[in-house]
């Protein structure tokens, strides 16, 4: 399993963007496929995004399609995801996670980062 520790989180007004990092220790990096889910208060945890082990297949959830995009660097064993757009509904917590297939679930996730929590104003 890797370690995640997840950075970038923050208060943006809508309309505006950040981008977050995900940087990964323990095993190699490039063995796993990378992903986003987030959780909004009251709500359960949905799927954002993930990429493939080498970058070339990215997954996005309908609701953020067009507006995020998952990216990797294998050489800094980092992930990131770059939001733009923002709206008050993308307003939770996000986390990063690991697993050895690309997914769209948690099914198969074996590690999880803390949380970084994204606060979008109107």
């Known amino acids: 399993q890797v370690q995640l520790v997840e950075s970038g989180g923050g208060l943006v007004q809508a309309g505006g963007s950040l981008r977050l990092s995900c940087a990964a220790s323990g095993r190699t990096f490039s063995s796993y496929a990378m992903g986003w889910f987030r959780q909004a208060p009251g709500k359960e945890r949905e799927f954002v995004a993930s990429i493939s082990r080498s970058g070339g297949i990215r997954y996005y959830a309908d609701s953020v399609k067009g507006r995020f995009t998952i990216s990797r660097d294998n050489a800094r064993n980092t992930v990131f995801l770059q939001m733009n757009s923002l709206k008050p509904g993308d307003t939770a917590v996000y986390y990063c996670?690991?697993?050895?297939?690309?997914?769209?679930?948690?099914?198969?996730?074996?590690?999880w980062g803390q949380g970084t929590q994204v606060t979008v104003s109107s």
């Open positions: 996670a690991s697993a050895l297939l690309v997914f769209t679930t948690a099914r198969g996730v074996e590690s």
